[in-house]
């Protein structure tokens, strides 16, 4: 396998399972460990990989918690454009991410709170008062199916018959 | 009524295999995590589901010709000649069966007079014995050994054959054990068949899963192998289509043609919806199909590397999707592991033994399945060695 070819798959197996070992990718890659590290240490320095983080379902860690997406339409600024006030919404703990979209509206935001109240406060109290901040459409998200490549489907399950020839 | 006299006694004294056994065990367990399962964990590529959609839309359900669609058999001697460079008469030479197992049992009634002799290679798929028995035939055991790599060797053959001997089941690359016969061992086996007249049934289910360099190399291809052998082949491994139940076997029009009224009584054709989607499996998926495999081949490394890491010494498994380690250092039975493995961590693997007496002291391990559920899995056998030891 060529660098490239390794380094695209590392990132495959990652985005899949960051707990794999650099013992268990490299034998899956069929490389060694070392190869493995250094291709890695490359990811991260080039800014490639630029975080570990569980999947988590929310619903089962604190069933009061919510999460929200928020469209938020902004007037761009002169020279920085859409630039300075994302970055002042990602600056906020709450917020988990700041995209900024084509279509009917600027600013994609998602936040998570403990409970429907302090979502509201944040909007209301934080990013709606924020300098060229238009207006905010909030969104709560009710139910998850996927997350992250995840299924949470039963329908998943497995079909096959549990043993067979 | 005294079922016992009104059913026949050959089929009352052939019995369900130890994988049913062990199924009917396995379900009153309840979260089993399975490794146990022999068919892939991929969907049909999209593009054959697509081609029986439009099938059906089509109303193409009518039966086809005997031996197949000749549309079907045209890209199967394509193909085969594709994959291994022989050449088979898709008129005379190539019929289409209800999966591989259909053909496996045509060739044995095709061959068998009460009495002759089959020799089989175990550990094996469990329908060969069987079926021989119900084809009229004596099953005869070879059992290949861990010190050959689960191989066939010359003088195995040469001990078992008799006067009686009408053929030689070939199951490689081999469910259970992975073992795959490479050209030079082919060359070797050829041999000693070559001195015979027997048929040599080659069963090549798995052999687009052959890994390592070399490609699959089929019996057939060697030096007056292919007059005498019966190549038995399907879509349910390589691309994925276990519940179309679509196979093809390609033999010498002599043989073909006998087995044909065989398969033309009990069976009349094969499902036309699956037909004309393998059709599109031979000529647009050999990407998926490339796929897979490459998937099949990481985790193949992930598992074998697993249970060396654990203490369970596993051979080097070149094909299927199965790895086979031994479990005689934990001084438990095949069926003693594998129940308490199942008790204890709810991982369901399949005792060696259910493949053949010469599978004890080993065990099964499907890795059609995800590297996640792989790696959960492993981590719970690992559990029970470490327990099995305090």
Same mark, same amino acid.
């Given at each position: 396998?060529?660098g490239?070819?390794i380094?695209?798959?590392?990132?495959?197996?990652?985005?899949?399972?960051?707990?794999?070992?650099?013992?268990?990718?490299?034998?899956?890659l069929?490389?060694t460990?070392e190869?493995?590290?250094?291709?890695i240490?490359?990811?991260?320095e080039?800014?490639?990989?630029?975080?570990?983080?569980?999947?988590?379902?929310?619903?089962?860690?604190d069933?009061?918690?919510v999460?929200?997406?928020?469209?938020?339409?902004?007037?761009?600024?002169?020279?920085?454009?859409?630039?300075?006030?994302?970055?002042?919404?990602a600056q906020?703990?709450?917020?988990?991410?700041?995209?900024l979209m084509?279509?009917?509206?600027?600013? =994609?935001? !998602?936040?998570?709170?403990?409970?429907? $109240?302090?979502?509201?406060?944040? #909007? *209301?109290?934080?990013?709606?008062?924020l &300098?060229?901040?238009l =207006?905010? !459409?909030?969104h709560f998200?009710?139910? $998850?199916?996927?997350?992250?490549? #995840? *299924?949470f489907a039963?329908d998943?399950? &497995?079909?096959?018959?549990?043993?067979?020839? | 009524?005294?079922?016992?006299?009104?059913l026949?006694d050959?089929?009352?004294?052939?019995?369900?295999?130890?994988?049913?056994?062990?199924?009917?065990i396995?379900?009153?367990?309840?979260?089993?995590?399975?490794?146990?399962?022999?068919?892939?964990?991929?969907?049909?590529?999209w593009?054959?589901?697509?081609?029986?959609?439009?099938t059906?839309?089509?109303?193409?359900?009518?039966?086809?010709?005997?031996?197949?669609?000749?549309?079907?058999r045209?890209s199967?001697?394509?193909?085969?000649?594709?994959k291994?460079?022989l050449?088979y008469?898709?008129?005379?030479?190539?019929?289409?069966?209800?999966g591989?197992?259909?053909?496996?049992?045509c060739?044995?009634?095709a061959?068998?007079?009460?009495?002759?002799?089959?020799l089989i290679?175990e550990?094996s798929?469990?329908?060969?014995a069987?079926?021989v028995?119900?084809?009229?035939g004596?099953?005869?055991?070879?059992?290949?050994?861990?010190?050959?790599n689960?191989?066939?060797t010359?003088d195995e053959?040469?001990e078992?054959?008799?006067?009686k001997t009408?053929?030689?089941?070939?199951?490689?690359?081999?469910?259970?054990?992975g073992?795959?016969?490479?050209?030079d061992?082919?060359?070797?086996?050829?041999?000693?068949?070559?001195?015979?007249?027997?048929?040599?049934i080659?069963?090549?289910i798995?052999?687009?899963?052959?890994?390592?360099?070399?490609?699959?190399v089929?019996?057939?291809?060697?030096?007056?192998?292919?007059?005498r052998?019966?190549?038995?082949?399907?879509?349910?491994?390589?691309?994925?289509?276990?519940?179309?139940?679509?196979?093809?076997f390609?033999?010498?029009a002599?043989?073909?043609?006998?087995?044909?009224?065989i398969?033309?009584y009990?069976?009349?054709?094969?499902?036309t919806v699956?037909?004309?989607?393998?059709?599109?499996?031979?000529?647009?998926?050999?990407?998926?199909?490339l796929?897979?495999?490459e998937?099949?081949?990481?985790?193949?490394?992930?598992?074998?590397?697993?249970?060396?890491?654990?203490?369970?010494?596993?051979?080097?498994p070149?094909?299927?999707?199965?790895?086979?380690?031994?479990?005689?250092?934990?001084?438990?039975?095949?069926?003693?592991f594998?129940?308490?493995?199942?008790?204890?961590?709810?991982?369901?693997?399949?005792?060696?033994?259910?493949f053949?007496?010469?599978?004890?002291?080993?065990?099964?391990v499907?890795?059609?399945y995800?590297l996640?559920?792989?790696?959960?899995a492993?981590q719970?056998?690992?559990?029970?060695l470490?327990?099995?030891?305090n």
């Amino acid at each position: 396998m060529k660098g490239n070819d390794i380094m695209k798959k590392i990132v495959d197996l990652l985005r899949e399972n960051a707990r794999l070992t650099n013992e268990q990718l490299a034998v899956i890659l069929e490389t060694t460990e070392e190869e493995v590290a250094k291709e890695i240490k490359q990811l991260e320095e080039n800014g490639t990989i630029i975080g570990y983080s569980a999947i988590i379902n929310e619903e089962q860690l604190d069933k009061n918690a919510v999460t929200a997406f928020i469209e938020v339409k902004v007037s761009p600024q002169v020279e920085c454009g859409y630039d300075d006030i994302a970055k002042a919404i990602a600056q906020y703990d709450e917020v988990d991410t700041v995209q900024l979209m084509s279509g009917s509206f600027d600013l =994609s935001v !998602t936040l998570r709170g403990n409970n429907l $109240r302090e979502v509201a406060l944040f #909007v *209301n109290e934080r990013l709606a008062t924020l &300098d060229g901040v238009l =207006s905010t !459409t909030t969104h709560f998200i009710l139910q $998850r199916y996927k997350e992250k490549g #995840v *299924n949470f489907a039963a329908d998943e399950a &497995d079909e096959r018959s549990l043993v067979s020839p | 009524m005294d079922y016992e006299k009104l059913l026949s006694d050959t089929v009352q004294d052939v019995k369900f295999s130890g994988i049913r056994k062990f199924f009917d065990i396995a379900s009153t367990v309840e979260n089993v995590i399975s490794l146990s399962v022999g068919e892939p964990d991929f969907k049909t590529p999209w593009v054959i589901r697509k081609e029986a959609i439009r099938t059906l839309e089509k109303g193409k359900t009518a039966y086809t010709a005997n031996s197949g669609l000749l549309q079907l058999r045209r890209s199967l001697s394509e193909y085969i000649e594709r994959k291994i460079g022989l050449k088979y008469d898709p008129d005379h030479e190539i019929i289409v069966t209800v999966g591989g197992s259909e053909a496996i049992d045509c060739a044995f009634r095709a061959l068998c007079d009460p009495g002759d002799e089959v020799l089989i290679p175990e550990p094996s798929f469990v329908c060969y014995a069987p079926l021989v028995k119900m084809a009229g035939g004596v099953p005869v055991i070879i059992e290949t050994k861990l010190e050959n790599n689960f191989k066939l060797t010359p003088d195995e053959i040469r001990e078992k054959l008799t006067p009686k001997t009408k053929a030689l089941v070939f199951p490689y690359p081999n469910n259970p054990t992975g073992a795959v016969m490479r050209r030079d061992d082919l060359e070797k086996v050829a041999a000693v068949i070559r001195e015979t007249d027997m048929a040599v049934i080659s069963d090549e289910i798995y052999g687009e899963l052959t890994y390592g360099a070399e490609r699959h190399v089929s019996i057939a291809e060697i030096e007056g192998m292919k007059e005498r052998t019966i190549l038995i082949n399907g879509f349910s491994k390589a691309f994925s289509m276990t519940g179309w139940r679509l196979g093809y076997f390609a033999a010498p029009a002599p043989i073909t043609g006998q087995m044909l009224k065989i398969h033309q009584y009990a069976i009349m054709c094969s499902p036309t919806v699956s037909q004309f989607a393998a059709v599109a499996a031979l000529t647009d998926c050999d990407g998926e199909v490339l796929r897979m495999k490459e998937e099949y081949n990481a985790r193949r490394r992930f598992v074998v590397k697993g249970f060396n890491d654990m203490g369970l010494e596993c051979f080097e498994p070149e094909g299927a999707f199965y790895a086979f380690p031994c479990i005689k250092s934990t001084g438990l039975t095949s069926e003693e592991f594998c129940k308490r493995l199942l008790n204890s961590k709810k991982v369901a693997i399949v005792p060696g033994d259910a493949f053949g007496a010469s599978g004890e002291g080993f065990v099964r391990v499907s890795y059609a399945y995800s590297l996640a559920h792989l790696n959960t899995a492993l981590q719970r056998i690992e559990e029970f060695l470490k327990e099995l030891k305090n």
